[in-house]
């Protein structure tokens, strides 16, 4: 399979809106997509620069760690703001009603392993007790197809609203495949949110255009895929940077 022709990502300049234009850097920009069911995270200074301290390859273990479980945080933050809420009204310790909103229904995190691992924490420290399954899907590197080698979920997720975990997001073979296993355990699709920091357009359009009924929330759509359909520019891969390398 070899890998389309693909646009560099724009560039824009980065900060608040009341800075003027020569004070802010001009920086490269996700590129944008017009799938309803994609939404890719504001382009803020902090976000763009998170995601070049990551993509530096002179950039250690520890440092990738962490700034890596930033964009984690603010990933998981953003796709909580998916699920449904409803009317929840409070009194207040000086006595005073305030008129709120209450998460509505159970969720868990599934991890597409190994890498989808490292997104479960942040998902933890913002969900307490969730539940956590894992799918094991490895791509065949002369084929680039996934295979499908394990999954264990938890008994009732055909009732609970899933986050579909995993970093790097390249032609889309695994988390399609990852999909089709929720849906066969009885997740409807629109119940399933997938949390990425970098797509490829390619996987990402063939993603969306598969599953019309999910949603996407990524960090960052990178320029493309190359004729071994990396991501370039990428930062080349997750798994080893995050828990060998």
């Known amino acids: 399979m070899e890998a389309k022709p693909s646009q560099k990502c724009p560039t824009d300049c980065v900060g608040p809106d009341y800075r003027p ?7 490269t920009v996700s590129k944008e997509v017009s799938y309803p069911n994609v939404h890719v995270l504001q382009q803020t200074p902090q976000l763009i620069a998170l995601l070049t301290m990551i993509r ?10 962490f700034y890596s479980n930033r964009i984690i945080r603010l990933l998981v933050e953003e796709g909580l703001n998916h699920l449904p809420v409803m009317q929840h009204t409070i009194t207040t310790p000086v006595g005073r009603a305030y008129s709120g909103v209450k998460f509505q229904g159970k969720i868990c995190g599934v991890s597409i392993m190994r890498a989808g691992e490292s997104m479960e924490q942040g998902l933890r420290d913002c969900c307490r007790s969730v539940r956590i399954g894992k ?7 002369e ?5 499908l080698f ?8 055909a009732d609970r609203w899933v986050l579909l975990l995993d970093p790097m997001f390249a032609t889309g073979g695994s988390a399609i495949m990852a999909v089709d296993v929720l849906k066969s355990k009885g997740v409807p699709e629109d119940r399933i949110l997938f949390l990425n920091l970098i797509a490829s357009p390619e ?27 990396y991501i370039i520019p990428g930062l080349g891969d997750f798994g080893d940077r995050y828990y060998t390398l």
């Open 21 to 27: 234009e020569e004070q802010k850097p001009v920086a």
């Open 56 to 65: 530096d390859k002179e950039t250690n273990r520890a440092d990738f760690i």
């Open 135 to 141: 799918i094991l899907i490895q791509r065949d590197e």
């Open 143 to 147: 084929t680039s197809k996934p295979k």
């Open 150 to 157: 394990y999954e264990k979920l938890p008994a009732d997720i």
């Open 203 to 229: 996987g990402l359009g063939r993603f969306a255009e598969t599953f019309p009924k999910l949603r996407v929330v990524t960090a960052f759509i990178d320029q493309g895929l190359d004729e071994k359909n």
